[in-house]
């Protein structure tokens, strides 16, 4: 990912966002919606156009979302931080949680307004599998890429390097070994299993694993708790700088442009209020494009989250990994041409309904699911391309061209919606 480097006064909010990144990394997309800088001309609660009973003035002004201390959750806060949110008509108060069960049932009570929350933690809710079920909505996605597997030094010991090296060791030298994701049905703990597999590893049958919430992972390492976890940054970018442990992978190795956190809330939500959706949409949309826009926008947001009030750890620790600089912990450092992203003119955002249904065939691989379910009418009904379109306008943001796409993973298996149950049931290694 190539980023602005210079040292010039930050840009307006509303300018145009700098490239992105290389050729490979873009994809075909086809412009909609008025320019932002004429939108912001409007008034947002007076401007044309009928999103709902013939207004587009946000039903409900006042939204808290909720949020996981980790380096994703900054399109969230920094559409209220840059004021994005009232450009909308609304405002937004981000509200810290502990764990992601937490963000879970308050989001189910209502609590919670929307979250920043785990793409398959919603998908688990909405089929029964992570708590009570509750029809829940997908507003847009947060991020792409970012996230990483570390490994415990005392592994790092024996031997283990990577997936391989690892693999080898759990195969010659038997024990338990245990490895930590942050929810169930979440991004992590797929993740972890994936990659795990990918090298002959069953992560249900060669492994123990436990769930702990993201800002106590580098804690329960460092006594021993857990011999690897997968998390979000800036978690294993500190157990680097703590000597506890090394990168084994980040998750764009496992999947480029990987869908991660998404702006999630109820089905309810989304019926009584879809204005509000609309508009917290469209700022955290132009939120994203901000950070997107240059090294200076993200060093700028980096010091912004690292406050108490939000990450709540030092500067250095969240900076590097978000310019896309990476040190494994073993000696090897690298620009990382698929960092996190946080917009990639709109292609980070758009809530695919193949991202959402590859959620529901890992579920099925590893037995959170029972039997295959309708896979694309369960995306169809949790991802709002509806409010993302409407949002995506409000904002100036171009759409792609399909509501579907295709990626190959790291084992060379090539996913692209279009036959899930066959996808879910071809793996080697599976729960059953």
Known sequence: MKLNTSNDALPAVAASPAPAGPDN?????????????????????????????????????????????????????????????KKHGVKITP??????????????????????????????????VAGPRKDMAVLMSLSNNGQAITISNKLKEKGARDGASLAKLMQSEKGDYTFAQTFPTGTHAMWLYYWLAAYGVHPMRDAKVITVPPPQMVANMRVGNMDGFCVGEPWNARAIMDKIGYTATTTQAIWTDHPEKVLGTTAEFVQRYPNTARAVTAAVLEAGKF?????????????????KSYVNT????????????????????????????????????????SDGMWFLTQQKRWGLLKSHPDYLATARQVNRIDIYRQAASAAGVPLPASEMRSSKLIDGVVWDGKNPAAYADGFKIHAS
């Not at 997309?29 to 587009?56: H, N």
């Not at 502990?98 to 089929?127: C, F, I, M, T």
Request: aromatic share 8%.
């Open 314 to 353: 030092a500067l250095d620790v969240i900076l590097d990994r978000m310019l896309g600089r990476y040190a494994d912990g073993l000696g090897k450092t690298w620009d990382d041409a698929h960092a996190m992203t946080f917009f990639n003119d709109g292609a980070a955002n758009f809530p695919y309904l």
């Open 291 to 307: 950070i997107d826009a240059s090294a200076a926008n993200r060093r700028k947001t980096a010091e912004t989250i690292a406050a």
């Open 25 to 85: 990394r873009r994809r075909k997309l086809l412009g909609t919606g008025a320019a932002a800088g004429i939108m912001s001309l409007v008034d947002p609660l007076v401007r044309a156009g009928a999103w709902a009973a013939g207004s587009d003035a946000p039903e409900k002004t006042d939204v808290k979302i909720g949020f996981i201390p980790l380096t994703d959750c900054a399109s969230v806060v920094m559409a209220a931080a840059l004021g994005l949110d």
């Open 95 to 128: 509200v810290k949680e502990a764990s992601w069960p937490g963000v879970r049932d308050k989001l189910v009570n209502g609590e919670l307004d929307l979250a920043h929350v785990l793409y398959g933690l919603l998908y688990g809710v909405q089929l029964g």
